[in-house]
């Protein structure tokens, strides 16, 4: 058998072999919390018993042991019985109560023994075995505690086991007791003691950390049982608003192809049938815009999260994102306007993703905001260095409860078929994937009627001091 074997069956591996403390520190903090509260019960018994035990003790010594040693019977009941009624009452004190607890039974432990062995070595010769039994009983009882560890068990039953062996061979001259069997019986109840906690705790321990296993693997299978159920729900909102998506656009084009294709259009004139070609044509711009947008998202979750980062200028580039969103904006009567410092330092990012994730938000705010409306587009640098650009507009708003749904992928606030806003709802979710590829986050604050104010921050890694022109 070699040492590994050995050493798991004294003790498991996550456990120290002779403290028996977890090797997780915070796992160790946890047992001894639910240890201290799972035998507070006992705690309650043992103390009651101890206290019953400890008096009958008293009073039986008192009754066989001489004159002189009577002085010591109300010394005994004053000490150890307020000790052992503290110790039984004693209940939950802050983070260290387990190291209380110990700390308290020690001192209780020690006080009552030393009162015995004390009357033990200045008793007369014929009181010595009545006083050795009651060391014994107090020994074992002690031994016994219910809320006591091995490590404990150990700083106590040594040092007494010790000291009685010592009172014993000074004390044996003057004594009928037989030295080498006294001793061998103090030695075999100390180990019996010792190995009794050992065993005990190791199965205690064994039992908890295979409860946390289990609780743990019961909270990893709870998770992927929510993403599973997540994914499914996203699957189902993806297949309603996709097909939802392409059947107008198709329904358009097989209609207005099946007129032409029929003659029908051609009965109408030269115009209906330009007119029904760029409704086709239109149609099939949507359909292939949709098409995109679901490639785009696809490709940014699971093929290719990488950027190609270059230095920019923010406010370049800011500006040129603005003049290309301004013929959008300027079909519903609104404007894009900028609040840009000229001072504002370069950007490490990818310029493409940057125009992308700004075009997102700047469309999702044209597309909530009532005709007329303004869009502000801003950057600033904080306070941490870091780099944020934000994208506001004055539209319909938002719960902010429902902030973190509408980053879900496929979701919008006005599910159904018959919603006024067209789209997949993939624009936050992918703004978010790209924002997360740089290091960086999305931030979202509404409130309904108040409009919507989306951030893009980049971290301070990302941003660069603008070296100052040369002259």
């Given amino acids: 058998m070699n040492w590994h074997r050995l050493r798991h069956m004294l003790a498991p591996r996550e456990l120290r072999l002779l403290s028996l403390k977890f090797q997780d520190r915070r796992q160790e903090q946890i047992f001894q919390i639910k240890w201290i509260r799972a035998t507070r019960g006992l ?28 002085n010591y019977f109300w010394f005994r009941i004053i000490i150890g019985v307020p000790l052992l009624i503290g110790l039984t009452a004693y209940k939950e004190w802050g983070r260290y109560t387990a190291q209380i607890t110990m700390i308290y039974f020690l001192i209780c432990a020690y006080t009552i023994f030393s009162i015995s062995l004390i009357q033990f070595y200045l008793s007369a010769e014929r009181d010595s075995v009545v006083l050795l039994l009651e060391m014994a009983a107090i020994f074992v009882f002690a031994q016994h505690f219910s809320r006591i560890l091995f490590v404990w068990n150990l700083m106590f ?3 007494c086991s010790t000291v009685t062996i010592i009172a014993i061979y000074l004390k044996g001259p003057k004594t009928n007791l037989p030295f080498l069997p006294v001793i061998v019986t103090v030695v075999v109840l100390t180990l019996t003691g010792l190995f009794s906690c050992y065993s005990r705790e190791v199965f205690v321990r064994r039992n908890f950390a295979t409860m946390r296993n289990l609780e743990r693997q019961n909270e990893r299978a709870n998770k992927l049982a929510e993403e599973a159920q997540g994914a499914n729900e996203a699957k189902s909102r993806f297949l309603a608003t996709v097909s939802h998506e392409l059947r107008t656009p198709l329904n358009a084009i097989l209609g207005y192809s099946e007129m032409i294709n029929l003659g029908i259009a051609e009965r109408l004139g030269k115009e209906k049938i330009s007119e029904y070609a ?31 980062p270059e230095i920019l200028d923010v406010v370049d580039r800011l500006q040129g994102i603005a003049a290309q969103l301004q013929p959008l904006a300027a079909q519903s009567g609104s404007t894009i306007q900028l609040n ?20 997102n938000l700047a469309t999702n705010a044209l597309k909530f905001s009532p005709a007329g409306a303004n869009i502000d587009i801003s950057a600033q640098q904080l306070n941490d260095n870091s780099l944020v650009i934000e994208v506001r507009d004055f539209g319909i708003g938002m ?26 709802g993939i624009g936050l979710p992918l703004t978010k994937s790209l924002m997360e590829a740089h290091g960086g986050r999305l931030e979202l604050e509404s409130k309904p009627g108040k409009g919507t104010l989306a951030k893009l921050i980049f971290p301070p890694e990302a941003v660069k001091v603008r070296e100052p022109k040369v002259a």
Avoid at 279 to 305: C, M, P, W
Avoid at 402 to 422: A, S
């Fill in 43 to 70: 705690n309650y018994l043992w103390g009651a018993c101890a206290i019953i035990f400890y008096v009958i003790m008293t009073v039986v010594t008192d009754h066989y042991t001489s004159h002189v040693d009577n």
């Fill in 157 to 159: 039953s040594v040092p």
């Fill in 278 to 308: 760029s409704y086709i044509h239109d149609s099939g711009a949507n359909l292939l815009k949709l098409v995109n947008q679901i490639l785009h998202f696809t490709k940014s979750e699971l093929i290719d999260r990488t950027v190609k």
């Fill in 340 to 359: 840009l410092r000229n001072d504002l330092p370069t950007l490490i990012a990818d310029p493409d993703r940057l125009r992308q994730m700004v075009t």
């Fill in 399 to 424: 719960d902010p409860l429902l902030l973190e749904y509408v980053l879900e992928p496929f979701t919008q606030l006005d599910d159904g078929l018959n919603r006024i806003n067209d789209g997949l």
